[in-house]
């Protein structure tokens, strides 16, 4: 039905064979066109689709450097040869990779191919008359005659054509039929849906060079403003620059967890997070405003999400004659639903000695028979810390980056813990415990809550909605609206006796074409005073 | 009061469960039946005919229609046993949607949090498109692959699956876990259906070319062209299930796509069924390719749902078990 479709489609008029017989006779040009045929052809985009679903599998067994860069480091440790050979084939980065890469790309240079002609091809089929009345009604996938005595050729033709116009047809008049054609939203739509995936991949593209996430933990009562050295971590696209953060700051007022209390089976489960923060602009007051995990705060052009929080236990040490040698909240990092958490707090200066601790918070302390404590509820209702402490060198001087959640104790010796004679401290709010060997004394004053925050900014997500949405009405349309053309034929018989022909033709699948083409006729028929049976 | 409502709930899904059953057991009787009959016999239409477009001459009054038709019908064949298993599995279906209901109603949300729920919903959405589709086009021959398929999950999910009624965590609490899991459990129910008269239709082109078509029921064109249009819409649904789980995880995790296991997987299968869809425009793959093709696409909807849910690691981790 259309000629600018890959010559392999079912509609198409190719010669079945015509692509594998097809030698390059034309030197480089016509190497070039064949090569082009070929990949701009049904066949090729079917084959690439499916390969496309079948490399995206091992992404999905393997962990992935973007979305869990510690369970690569795990299988790293767990399978180190598989890990070789699978990290060179790119397999931690499936969806970046070469070879995944190569195939969507090569996928979609074959759709603009496939594209390009037919959007030429139907922006002149919309301007132009529909083809011409076909000989032989009787030859195409519906067909219905009627007896027509009595009726002229210019009524049947006239009226043919007036009621094809008002069903939306575009009609054209022959000598004594009617030709007519509807439903080219249904190419439209096919073409949009096409070219909206070119949009999206385009648009994901530009958006991966120019946006940026970030993670920060900010404790209650602090603020942090958007300036890159501020992030704990931060990941920018190719194209990013210092400037394209906007200036901003948000402080923690509060943060409220509310877990389940009534339902015995969902006990301490988490119902609600809410953080509540004030956030500034330059030359603005401050505005109040809360964040809860799926509902993120958008400013300066960028998006805020909650996600994660915990404890912060604000630890004070002071030195043998209780000068503060450090004080401020520690966020914990939660290991359990309960919230155990797991800190770490470093004092390089102001003892005589560098100080390193390491140790648990517990939220709700449940003390196990074995002597150890467990938490047994995320909320602050019974709050233990222990701590174990060491001396010796820290290593931060070395110039080597450490991170804050992790104390290197090979270097040290520990002071207090289940390898020294001191015991691990325990401590309860409003505590202040000796540390061994006249170092100086440990605080625990109160427990704050902590937020983690991720910050992003995506410059073209609106733009890959924008697209989403037109794939989406492309489909519909290119799906279920019906193209089809319709004929109307008035045949004087020899023996002055005449029949009226009508005919129709569907792209595609169109399970009520007969339907309506006998729909069609009976109105038809009927204005001219026949009746047609079923 | 929420116990006293799972328990009903529960209650109607074993009642559901034994009744599907003897309708499973009724179907494949009417299977049966339809093999063994002969054809030759009075008033039993052969259904090759009526369904690979054979051209039928109606006369009226003056009139001549010649048609051709694609619907696979078996001529309005019915036995005694395909009644009844009609009739069980609406009764089945019904108390199977009241223990949805009520589980909705005991955790005062939406019957779909966790793995339980979810095989709870898309089993009672898959039989309503089954019944829902009988209104247009009789398909009892495939009530034993339906109900065998439907009981069979609904076992596995109150038996291995069940967990009580818990409040949602933070992350699921967003009505984009009505529209988006809904929507994926109907595009289910569509795909299951599609790929069960793909199944057929590969068994009768098989017999088509060696033993002859199974008799009363229709000859593979016809299959083929219904499987089609039930896996358009449901891929429909599927590209909408695609789009809303990126919006949402845009508003929950902070980006709209990360290769999740569950969002490759998603992925994956859209990938397929375009491929489907494609493989039925181009010369050469109709038919047994195309057919093929939609049952790995249900394969993998079914693997998503399952074994990507229970050992895949991901953020998607709300089987609730
Ligand atoms: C990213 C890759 C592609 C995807 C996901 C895709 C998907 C689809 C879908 C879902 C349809 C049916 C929807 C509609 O008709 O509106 C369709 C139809 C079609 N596609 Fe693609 N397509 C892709 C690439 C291509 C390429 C490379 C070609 C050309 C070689 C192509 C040619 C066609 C044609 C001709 C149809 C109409 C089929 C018919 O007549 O029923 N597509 N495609």
Redesign the interface.
């Known amino acids: 039905m259309d000629s600018s479709r890959p010559s392999d489609h079912v509609d198409g008029r190719g010669h079945p064979t015509e692509n594998d017989i097809t030698q390059p006779r034309l030197g480089v040009v016509g190497y070039a066109r064949f090569v082009w045929r070929q990949l701009t052809s049904m066949r090729t985009a079917l084959f690439l689709l499916l390969l496309l679903a079948f490399a995206a599998v091992p992404g999905s067994l393997v962990p992935q450097r973007s979305a869990d860069p510690n369970g690569v480091v795990q299988y790293r440790t767990d399978n180190p040869e598989l890990y070789r050979v699978l990290d060179a084939l790119q397999v931690f980065d499936t969806y970046s990779s070469v070879w995944f890469s190569s195939i969507y790309l090569l996928l979609f240079i074959s759709l603009i191919g496939c594209v390009i002609p037919r959007t030429r091809h139907h922006f002149d089929a919309l301007r132009a008359a529909p083809p011409r009345t076909p000989a032989r009604l009787k030859r195409l996938p519906a067909f219905l005659a009627v007896d027509a005595p009595g009726i002229t050729e210019k009524d049947a033709v006239e009226s043919a054509r007036r009621l094809l116009r008002r069903l939306g047809y575009r009609v054209r008049v022959d000598s004594a039929s009617v030709s007519a054609e509807r439903g080219y939203l249904r190419e439209t739509g096919n073409l949009v849906f096409h070219g909206a995936l070119v949009g999206i991949l385009v648009a994901v593209a530009i958006g991966g060079g120019f946006s940026y996430t970030g993670q920060k933990v900010i404790v209650e009562g602090q603020a942090f403003s958007n300036v890159l050295g501020n992030y704990d971590s931060f990941n920018p696209g190719r194209y990013f620059s210092d400037d394209v953060l906007a200036p901003y700051s948000i402080r923690l007022d509060g943060f409220d967890a509310e877990y389940e209390e009534e339902n015995i089976d969902a006990y301490g489960q988490p119902i609600d997070f809410t953080a509540s923060v004030t956030t500034t602009i330059p030359g603005a007051d401050g505005q109040p405003a809360s964040i809860k995990v799926n509902e993120p705060l958008r400013i300066g052009g960028t998006e805020v999400y909650l996600l994660g929080n915990g404890y912060a236990p604000w630890i004070t040490v002071r030195d043998a004659d209780g000068e503060i040698a450090f004080s401020q909240p520690v966020p914990f990092l939660p290991q359990d639903g309960n919230l155990t958490s797991l800190g770490v707090v470093k004092v390089p200066d102001g003892l005589t000695d560098q100080l390193g601790m390491i140790g648990f918070f517990y939220p709700t302390t449940l003390p196990l028979a074995s002597g150890a404590f467990s938490s047994s509820h995320p909320d602050l209702r019974d709050p233990t810390l222990t701590l174990e402490a060491y001396r010796g060198d820290l290593g931060l001087d070395g110039g080597i980056p450490r991170s804050a959640y992790s104390l290197d104790t090979d270097a040290l010796t520990q002071v207090a813990g289940r390898t020294s004679e001191t015991p691990t401290l325990a401590l309860k709010i409003g505590d202040t415990v000796e540390l061994p060997d006249g170092l100086g004394s440990v605080e625990l004053s109160e427990v704050k809550r902590f937020v983690s925050l991720d910050i992003h900014h995506d410059p073209t997500q609106t733009w890959v909605f924008i697209f989403s949405v037109l794939v989406l009405a492309g489909l519909l349309t290119g799906l279920f609206i019906p193209r089809r053309r319709l004929w109307v034929k008035f045949v004087a018989g020899a023996d002055g006796t005449s029949t009226l022909e009508y005919a129709g033709l569907a792209r595609g699948d169109d399970p009520t074409l007969m339907a309506a083409v006998t729909a069609f006729a009976q109105k038809h028929a009927a204005g001219l005073g026949i009746k047609v049976g079923e | 009061m ?1 116990a006293t409502l799972v328990s009903y709930s529960l209650l109607a899904v074993w009642s559901a469960m034994a009744i599907y059953a003897l309708a499973f057991v009724a179907f494949t009787l009417d299977l049966a039946g339809r093999a063994a009959r002969d054809p030759r016999q009075k008033g039993v239409v052969e259904g090759s005919e009526a369904a690979s477009g054979g051209s039928g001459t ?1 006369g ?12 696979p019908s078996v001529g309005g064949y019915s036995s005694r046993w395909a009644k009844v298993a009609l009739a069980l599995t609406i009764i089945a279906w019904l108390l199977h949607v009241t223990a949805t209901v009520f589980r909705g109603l005991a955790a005062n949300r939406v019957p779909w949090a966790n793995m339980f729920e979810f095989s709870l919903t898309a089993t009672a959405l898959i039989v309503g498109v089954f019944l829902a589709v009988q209104l247009w086009n009789d398909l009892r021959f495939l009530g034993s692959y339906v109900i065998g398929f439907v009981v069979l999950a609904l076992g596995v999910a109150t038996v291995n699956f069940y967990v ?4 949602l ?3 699921l ?2 009505a984009w876990l009505v529209i988006h899991v809904f929507v994926a459990s109907l595009a289910t129910g569509f795909f299951g259906l599609g790929a069960a008269l793909s199944i057929v239709q590969l068994i009768q082109s098989r017999r088509e070319a060696t033993k002859g078509l199974l008799r009363l029921v229709p000859a593979p064109d016809g299959l083929e ?1 219904l499987a ?2 039930l896996n ?1 819409v449901g ?2 649904l599927w ?2 299930t695609l ?1 809303a789980g ?2 949402w995880a ?12 569950k969002e ?2 998603t ?2 299968i859209w ?2 069924f ?2 489907y869809i ?9 038919g047994s390719r195309s057919a093929v ?1 939609a049952i790995i696409g249900f394969s993998a909807v079914v693997f998503n749902f399952t074994v ?1 849910n229970l050992f ?4 998607h981790a709300y089987s609730g078990l």
């Open positions: 929420t109606s009226g009054a003056g009139t001549t229609v010649v048609q051709r038709t694609d619907a009580d009624v818990v409040p965590p933070p992350a609490q967003s062209n089609y249009r358009l891929f429909v590209t909408f789009m990126a919006i845009e508003r929950a995790w902070g980006r709209y796509w990360g290769w999740d296991t490759v997987w992925f994956i990938v397929i375009a491929g494609h493989a039925r425009a181009t010369r050469g793959w109709r093709l990507v895949f690691k991901g953020l």
